[in-house]
């Protein structure tokens, strides 16, 4: 079973950075197209950006410009690159399969919270 263990969350200011990784213990991660996704407070949990097997990503209107996702095969692990961070993008985020109806086993999320 494909599990996903999330780091890097943390509190910034608004216009800061912070890095997300996600390291998977499955052996076939490199066939997944995985994602990240968010969850704010009171909120359900929303798509952000995802990243198939061969590189091609998706992300939505709000972080485009903003956020890049990449994957690393040998490691099993994909990133999360979040720049000029905004209120708004305050939430716990999770990787996983894409899509979400695909999502199997959900980490405990890392936490990110932008203010000032």
């Known amino acids: 079973q494909v599990q996903f263990v999330e780091s890097g969350g943390g509190l910034v200011q608004p216009g800061g950075s912070l890095r997300l990784s996600c390291a998977t213990s499955g052996s076939i991660f490199s066939i997944y197209t995985m994602a990240w996704y968010r969850q704010a407070p009171g909120k359900q949990r929303e798509f952000v950006a995802s990243?198939?097997?061969?590189?091609?990503?998706n992300y939505i209107n709000s972080v485009t410009g903003r956020f890049t996702i990449s994957r690393d095969n040998a490691k099993n692990t994909v990133y999360l690159q979040m720049n000029s961070l905004k209120p708004e993008d305050t939430a716990d985020y999770y990787c996983n399969k894409f899509p979400i109806r695909a999502a199997v086993g959900w980490g405990q999320g890392t936490q990110v919270t932008v203010s000032s």
């Open positions: 990243i198939t097997n061969s590189g091609f990503t």
